[in-house]
């Protein structure tokens, strides 16, 4: 079955950077995007970073510039690298992959705060 494994949360302070990944098993063909969502505390899911199997990407407004996904073919691995943190980045942190099927990871927390 499909999984997506996600790693790279923690605590960080204003201003610094994690780097997020999320690798994925049992799929390795017919996909057509992977994306990064996540959840704030009392918030609803919200998309922050979107890649496409032709490689164009999109990002929420509030990480532009700050963020940036990009991916490994080789080790069927999407990353976030994440600068420049403010305390409303924190939340919950999901991949996601659509193809056929939609999936998701479990989430890691992300915490940014002094």
């Known amino acids: 079955q499909v999984q997506l494994v996600e790693s790279g949360g923690g605590l960080v302070q204003p201003g610094g950077s994690l780097r997020l990944s999320c690798v994925a098993s049992?799929?390795?063909?017919?996909?057509?995007?992977r994306a990064w969502y996540r959840q704030g505390p009392g918030k609803q899911r919200e998309l922050v970073a979107k890649m496409s199997l032709g490689g164009s990407t999109n990002y929420a407004d509030s990480v532009k510039g700050r963020f940036t996904i990009s991916r490994d073919n080789t080790k069927n691995t999407v990353y976030l690298q994440m600068n420049s943190l403010k305390p409303e980045d924190t939340g919950v942190y999901y991949c996601?992959?659509?193809?056929?099927?939609?999936?998701w990871g479990q989430g890691t927390q992300v915490t940014v705060s002094s």
């Open positions: 049992g799929i390795d063909r017919g996909i057509w995007s």
């Open positions: 996601n992959v659509v193809g056929l099927s939609e999936y």
